[in-house]
């Protein structure tokens, strides 16, 4: 992989990196070794915005394309070379679950937000989350992250996505034509995005609920301008023959 060089900070006269540093090249085959680790190449973001700058145009995007390789080779199909939201705004989203605060995007709920090993995403699952005039899109949805026992809203789930070219969507169509609102302080917590309420446009279908394993009016999710999908329900209790096959895995 051929990358430009550059040995100065490109943003700041006063950065201590002035005097120079490791090329470009260096810094993609130590993180080549290292398997794209997203906490180091957070960490390195921090260093300044030279290296910030090559982790947002890189080092993220060899990440994403080392989890999930056939996710991003789709995303990518439609003949663009740039994702919605930038890398490290998907990188985050495929290993953070965001949960949510108090009078945040989903009301009441208070449940701090976290890491995750590992997550599917699926193309198939995403079709139950589009009404059926805009089951052409492409949207990839994980499996919910579950927080079990919340008092009185029971078991959480949360879930998140990306659509494939949003900007040409029909669901992005939709929403402007239905004349939905953005939410008016809240944003997309990976890419810092305004977000549309699709609950408040009607535009989630009953299966959204049968995919997740939720009670059918108790599903809500935003999308952001980027197509960063953010959502929660409240999971359906495990019946006792579910719960017998779970503990004889």
């Known amino acids: 992989m051929i990358i430009t060089k550059q040995y100065r900070c490109i943003h700041s006269a006063t950065c201590q990196c002035t005097k120079g540093h490791l090329s470009e090249d260096v810094i993609f085959l130590v993180f080549h070794h290292l398997n794209w680790n997203p906490k180091l190449i957070a960490t390195l973001s921090c260093v300044c915005k ?3 700058d090559l982790a947002k145009r890189v080092l993220w995007k060899e990440f994403c394309r080392t989890r999930a390789p056939k996710m991003m ?5 439609s003949g663009s070379h740039s ?5 490290r705004a998907l990188g985050k989203l495929l290993i953070y679950c965001s949960g949510c605060k108090k009078g945040g995007l989903f009301n009441n709920i208070q449940i701090p937000g976290h890491f995750v090993h590992r997550t599917r995403f699926s193309r198939t699952s995403g079709k139950s989350f589009l009404l059926p005039s805009c089951r052409n899109d492409v949207l990839y ?3 919910p992250c579950e927080h079990l026992d919340q008092g009185e809203e029971g078991d959480v789930g949360f879930f998140r996505g990306v659509f494939k070219s949003f900007s040409t969507s029909k669901v992005r169509k939709m929403l402007i034509n239905k004349g939905a609102k953005l939410h008016p302080t809240e944003v997309c917590p990976y890419c810092k995005a305004k977000m549309w309420n699709m609950l408040q446009a009607k535009m989630i279908p009953q299966s959204a609920s049968c995919r997740l394993g939720s009670y059918e009016d108790c599903v809500e999710y935003y999308v952001c301008l980027n197509g960063h999908m953010l959502g929660i329900c409240t999971l359906l209790p495990l019946s006792d023959s579910e719960e017998t096959s779970e503990f004889d895995k």
């Open 83 to 87: 994702i919605d939201g930038n890398w």
């Open 141 to 143: 949805v994980s499996d």
């Open 73 to 77: 080779v789709d995303l990518q199909s």
């Open 50 to 52: 030279w290296f910030d």
